[in-house]
């Protein structure tokens, strides 16, 4: 089976490749962005002066015999919106390639992308560092998201403006393994490719050679056993909208 699914109307869809198909089937997931947030570069041409693609991100699962699934989940800017977010809550600087301003500078600054009309960069950060790729990475998932679903387009004026939901599209393919290989070949091939990924030498023997989705299990457990920290700039907001209900205050 090779199974492809549209789903418009939400505003955020929690993602169900990682979370429910990853398990038996290799499957991929895209999503229109809800908010123009990224710059745009066309080919021979130059940085745009209006954000017309969003973060747009995708994500892609497949099983393993190892019972430790290939667990890709990205933007197709540099860093996700939250990132930024974090920056600007704990009023710290972003780095290089990470922000251009309004009119296309780049900015270290994370409220210019936030609150002053400026972007987030393509994925790449910069022409030198090929950001072409994430720009047509970008527009390809919305390709998948919204034209074929039929949602608002990320271009259109009217973009998450409809009277009812916000009209997001999105794109979800599942295949099965056993209509290509003999049962338990595919998962079986995936382990040894990424047990030979994670066996590379590495640079520094402190940091081993990882693939995706082994860094977020690794810090899933140490959430787990730590607690998740809270950055000082994130708990005083926390804080003032708890005093403003008149909530009790516990997390000192």
């Not at 989940?73 to 990132?83: E, I, S």
């Not at 780095?95 to 987030?120: I, M, T």
Request: charged share 20%; hydrophobic share 40%; glycine share 10%.
């Amino acid at each position: 089976m090779v199974g492809p699914a549209w789903h418009r109307q939400p505003r955020h869809f929690d993602d169900p490749t990682l979370r429910y198909a990853a398990p038996k089937w290799p499957s991929a997931h895209g999503r229109s962005a809800a908010d123009r947030l990224a710059d745009a570069r066309v080919g021979g041409g130059g940085w745009r002066r209006r954000a017309r693609l969003g973060t747009d991100p995708w994500s892609f699962a497949a099983p393993s015999a190892d019972g430790v699934p290939f667990l890709l989940d990205m933007a197709t800017t540099t860093v996700a919106a939250g990132r930024i977010r974090n920056k600007a809550n704990e009023k710290l600087p972003t780095p290089d390639g990470w922000v251009l301003d309004r009119e296309g500078r780049p900015s270290n600054d994370p409220l210019v992308a936030r609150e002053k009309g400026g972007f987030l960069t393509s994925l790449g950060g910069s022409p030198e560092n090929s950001s072409y790729k994430g720009y047509g990475l970008a527009v390809m998932v919305n390709i998948l998201a919204s034209c074929l679903s039929g949602a608002t387009l990320v271009t259109d004026p009217e973009h998450t403006k409809r009277p009812v939901g916000m009209d997001i599209g999105h794109f979800f393919m599942a295949i099965d393994p056993a209509i290509f290989r003999g049962a338990g070949d595919f998962e079986a091939d995936v382990a040894t490719f990424l047990r030979a990924l994670r066996a590379t030498p590495p640079v520094d023997p402190v940091q081993p050679v990882m693939v995706a989705g082994d860094p977020q299990w690794k810090l899933a457990q140490t959430r787990l056993r730590d607690g998740i920290p809270v950055g000082p700039g994130l708990m005083a907001q926390v804080r003032e909208i708890a005093l403003a209900a008149a909530v009790p205050w516990l997390l000192d």
